[in-house]
């Protein structure tokens, strides 16, 4: 069966949202992938449908109930190999490795926070797994959730065809990519670099791999401290 995408939020309409266009639109079209997106005020038990209370202990906002969560992700139903995620700002940061195993499951049931959070319980009694998607306050989990689906549907099976496949991208090698070119040959005066046109593959790619390097050393120095050294001068690394 096709990879799955649960979504538990208070806001289904919002999907599939921009995931219903380009290329993950596409594969939804042709069933390569599914969404379903569930709503949390459903399982409400008050007769006003509330979802949410004052946090114990006093402060701001308002918290999603415990109880009404946890009834909304037993609604979904018993299937122990789909990852539980959170989407949180609190959460462990996302990467393509984490990317590339959800890609590679059934997919994943996603949960999307709301308010000033979510009852501590229900994140231990379910086990939810949190996720961020980077040092930024969303509103709510729903978008971190679409660009957590994005990046795993371009991994699925037949959804990028030949291009790149995922191996030639940033990250794939640890490394930011390489700049590109096309025409015109010359823009605003500006040519395109001459090794690119010379037809010399080997000097193209190790153009490519210096770009690279020299890109990922200056803007991500912590992806760069990971890279291997290598021999003899790398910039950066030299005593
Ligand atoms: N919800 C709000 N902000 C978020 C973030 N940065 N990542 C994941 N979920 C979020």
Request: proline residues 9%; aromatic residues 6%.
């Amino acid at each position: 069966s096709p990879w799955r995408a649960t979504v538990l939020t208070l806001f289904p309409e919002m999907f599939p949202g921009p995931l219903g266009v380009s290329l993950a639109g596409r594969a939804l079209a042709s069933g390569v992938w599914e969404i379903e997106a569930r709503d949390i005020r459903a399982s409400a038990t008050d007769r006003h449908r509330s979802v949410d209370d004052t946090p114990a202990g006093g402060g701001p906002g308002m918290v999603l109930r415990a109880d009404v969560l946890a009834a909304a992700i037993d609604a979904v139903g018993i299937s122990p190999d789909r990852p539980k995620l959170l989407m949180s700002p609190r959460g462990r940061p996302l990467t393509q490795a984490r990317v590339a195993e959800l890609a590679q499951g059934p997919g994943p049931l996603i949960v999307c926070g709301r308010f000033e959070g979510i009852d501590q319980r229900v994140i231990d009694a379910r086990g939810l797994e949190e996720v961020s998607i980077g040092d930024y306050v969303l509103s709510g989990g729903e978008i971190a959730a679409m660009a957590l689906i994005d990046a795993c549907v371009r991994l699925l099976p037949g959804v990028m065809g030949k291009e790149a496949s995922g191996t030639e991208e940033s990250f794939s090698d640890g490394l930011l990519e390489y700049p590109q070119y096309t025409r015109p040959q010359l823009f605003e005066g500006v040519p395109i670099p001459e090794i690119l046109t010379s037809g010399d593959h080997a000097k193209v790619a190790a153009w490519r791999r210096a770009q690279s390097e020299a890109l990922t050393a200056a803007r991500r120095p912590d992806l760069w401290a990971r890279i291997p050294p290598k021999a003899p001068n790398r910039p950066g690394r030299q005593k």
